[in-house]
């Protein structure tokens, strides 16, 4: 199926800096959400959004869906080791879009 | 609640064999189950969508003849990959919809190595 394009593909980060990913589509989503996935691992829900201009906090993670409905961002502040994974956006409407995925590295 | 189990989590297997992977909804009825296929470093591939007590819809370009799906009950949907070959070495990961909410719960992964 299409994906939506999701950015930045990889970063390598120092703990404790703050981190930001985003996603666009060309299509209009109903809900965004933000997965994680840790090695071997299915991806785990982090949060998912609602209603377009929604802001999200879960833990030092913030996520907002955009005012168009076709983007989204999540920033993750203060970053440790255990972040550690790729973040994927996801777009529902009728059917459910992922981003290619953000690899995310946390040197100590 | 809302947990999907997948099993095996591994699986090594001989080229020509057939291999079973199983998706079970523990607390909750899933009608629909999706298949993807997640090569390194990529993203999830959806491959086909499973559907209890009717056939299954495959994506574009996957063999249903190759990945056999059945979602015979409730709770579960099974993949086999039949005749398999070393390109069909992967990472599967099976997701059903949350119940009363929007995003899907995803099982563990199942890593496939074809030797």
């Known amino acids: 199926g299409q994906q939506l394009n999701q950015s930045p593909q990889s970063m390598f980060i120092q703990e404790g800096e703050d981190v930001s990913m985003n996603c666009t589509s060309s299509?209009?989503?109903?809900?965004w959400l933000w997965y994680k996935q840790d090695p071997g691992e299915g991806p785990v829900l982090l949060i998912a959004?609602?209603?377009?201009?929604e802001l999200t906090s879960n833990g030092r993670l913030t996520a907002q869906f955009g005012i168009t409905r076709k983007d989204s961002f999540l920033n993750i502040s203060a970053s440790i080791p255990s972040d550690v994974g790729i973040y994927f956006c996801a777009g529902q409407e009728d059917d459910m879009r992922f981003g290619a995925g953000t690899r995310l590295t946390v040197k100590p | 609640g809302a947990v999907v189990s997948q099993h095996p989590s591994r699986v090594i297997c001989k080229s020509g064999t057939s291999v079973k992977i199983e998706c079970r909804s523990l607390?909750?009825?899933?009608?629909?189950m999706f298949w993807y296929r997640q090569f390194p470093k990529q993203s999830l591939m959806l491959m086909a969508t499973?559907?209890?007590?009717?056939?299954?819809?495959?994506e574009q370009g996957v063999e249903k003849d190759k990945f056999l799906i059945n979602h015979a009950s409730l709770t579960l949907s099974t993949l086999t990959v039949t005749s398999a070959h070393p390109e069909d070495s992967s990472f599967y990961i099976c997701s059903a919809p949350r119940q009363g909410r929007y995003g899907y719960t995803f099982g563990s992964g199942t890593r496939l190595t074809v030797v």
């Open positions: 299509s209009i989503f109903n809900t």
């Open positions: 607390d909750f009825q899933a009608t629909t």
């Open positions: 499973s559907n209890e007590g009717s056939k299954a819809t495959y």
């Open positions: 959004l609602y209603k377009a201009g």
